[in-house]
């Protein structure tokens, strides 16, 4: 199955109005970086064990590790939790960033140092929360 079709499979197998929610997100970043890499994650380990929700990733960034490793990751995730949705906004090397520029103007969310969690988009300014998804995508350095 390609990323394509995993995606829409897994946006697909949600409810209503999560999924209509799901697919307005996912429209706004692909309209952001209508280019950027795709990723779907099933949230399972290699052995098989769910150790996280299923994400949908766009762009893509180098996560480096203390060890000096390194490995290629996507720098937004969406995923749909029990209570809503997840904005993952990876690699900002400022934790304190997100919350700071985006926090008092989203509306009713939870502003983490790389993740805005809201129950429902009529919730939130769609446009702040697409301010961030570009803001990200379109940094240049990593």
Excluded at 117 to 137: Q, V, W
């Amino acid at each position: 199955m390609t990323v394509h079709e995993q995606i829409e499979e897994y946006i697909s197998n949600q409810l209503e109005p999560k999924r209509s929610e799901m697919r307005e997100l996912h429209r706004i970043t692909l309209q952001v970086a209508p280019d950027c890499k795709l990723w779907f994650t099933d949230g399972k380990n290699d052995a098989g064990k769910i150790v996280a929700n299923p994400n949908i990733g766009y762009g893509l960034y180098m996560i480096k590790y203390a060890d000096g490793t390194s490995r290629e990751f996507y720098r937004i995730g969406l995923s749909a939790t029990k209570t809503g949705v997840s904005v993952y906004i990876l690699g900002l090397k400022d934790k304190g960033y997100l919350a700071q520029t985006y926090g008092e103007k989203i509306g009713k969310a939870k502003v983490t140092g790389y993740c805005i969690n809201f129950k429902t988009l009529k919730d939130i300014n769609g446009d702040i929360l697409e301010a961030a998804i570009r803001y990200r995508l379109e940094m240049q350095e990593d």
